[in-house]
């Protein structure tokens, strides 16, 4: 069976200039098997109460994610991003997979659902998730989904909390998915310079 490098000169020596695709860098860490997916989903959810999910880079990790995250809910909801929350218990595991499923890699990264945190942590971003109310089922629509498309480099000394609380008036499902690629530090900032003697 052909190697992924082999079968990758195979393709490009098929196509010509004119004919290439162009590749954005996380497509490119998918096909290379640097790229992960978690979520999970809530069902029921009572009106005031919250889903909640934490990402956590695992133990001696020096892997940055490049993470894109999708909320949704079935009702009007709020959305908070906290980085850097106090763990009290991580929660529930939630199975991160590789998107390249050919590939043998594991994430670097860590996913629990339902985490106690004693310390939210710095929020780093509040959102609607659209929707419309118990109250009111006819404004709007009945639920939707929110989708943040500029990736955020997780740092891999710190933990990001994502927490959606119903709004609805009534219960709810509320889903959280992520969908994220890895990379040493360097490939942000360039190896460190050479120290002459």
Known sequence: MPTNEELLILWLSSISAKSAP?????????HEGDGYEAGCIFSGVANGAQAS???IPAPDGDQMAHFVYA?????????????NPTVVT????VGVFN???RSDKESEWLAFMSPVVSDV?????????????????TAGKSGDRVRHDVERVFDF????LIVIQNWASVAVPIEIHADWYETDLYSLV???????P
Do not use: W
């Not at 162009?22 to 998918?30: C, E």
């Not at 909320?71 to 980085?83: C, D, N, P, Q, R």
């Not at 991580?90 to 595991?93: E, L």
């Not at 360039?190 to 120290?195: A, E, M, R, S, T």
């Open 99 to 101: 998107l390249q499923r």
């Open 71 to 83: 909320a949704a809910a079935g009702g009007l909801a709020v959305m908070h991003f906290y980085e």
């Open 190 to 196: 360039g190896p460190p310079p050479q120290l002459l």
């Open 53 to 55: 999910m934490i990402f």
């Open 90 to 93: 991580s929660g529930t595991p």
């Open 121 to 137: 942590g710095t929020m780093i971003k509040c959102q609607l998730v659209p929707g419309s109310t118990g109250a009111n089922p």
């Open 157 to 160: 000394d710190s933990s990001y």
């Open 22 to 30: 162009v590749l954005t860098d996380a497509h490119i860490h998918v």
